[in-house]
């Protein structure tokens, strides 16, 4: 048995049509997104299996494209269609660089809807409600 250990820079990237953006984070017990520079040490042992849990709206996200490190609130910059969503790992090796993904799930981001709350007053002399 050989424990595992490596540099790493963990990433959730999402997919939609011309738009791809991708978030990156850090593996520790409170989630939270990777700093500009920063790589996790990341240590298993054979078959060991590690849970991280993520809130991908409190994480930073900004375009695969974009030459700036992600700043942006997930509401920012994601709008409402269908996106495929995955988690990615680069391994560095060397000067080389590996890169691991997970299986792709689909996911639709629905339209923000809001209600304001109307106050309505039943009329005494006739039974209707006037507003």
């Known amino acids: 048995s050989q424990l595992i250990s490596t540099y790493v820079g963990p990433a959730f990237t999402m997919r939609s049509?011309?738009?791809h953006i991708w978030a990156p984070v850090a593996f520790e017990a409170e989630a939270r997104e990777l700093k500009r520079g920063e790589e996790m040490y990341l240590q298993l042992?054979?078959?060991?299996?590690?849970?991280?849990?993520?809130?991908?709206?409190?994480?930073?996200?900004?375009?695969?494209?974009?030459?700036?490190?992600?700043?942006?609130?997930?509401?920012?910059?994601?709008?409402?269609?269908?996106?495929?969503?995955m988690f990615e790992i680069r391994k560095r090796t060397g000067s080389a660089t590996e890169r691991f993904e997970s299986n792709a799930i689909e996911i639709t981001l629905l339209p923000k809807v809001s209600f304001?709350?109307?106050?309505?007053?039943?009329?005494e002399e006739n039974s209707g409600v006037i507003q």
């Open 116 to 123: 304001e709350k109307s106050k309505f007053l039943a009329g």
């Open 17 to 19: 049509g011309d738009l």
């Open 45 to 85: 042992e054979p078959f060991e299996e590690k849970t991280f849990e993520y809130n991908l709206a409190k994480i930073r996200w900004d375009s695969v494209y974009s030459s700036v490190w992600p700043t942006r609130l997930f509401s920012s910059v994601a709008v409402p269609g269908i996106y495929t969503l």
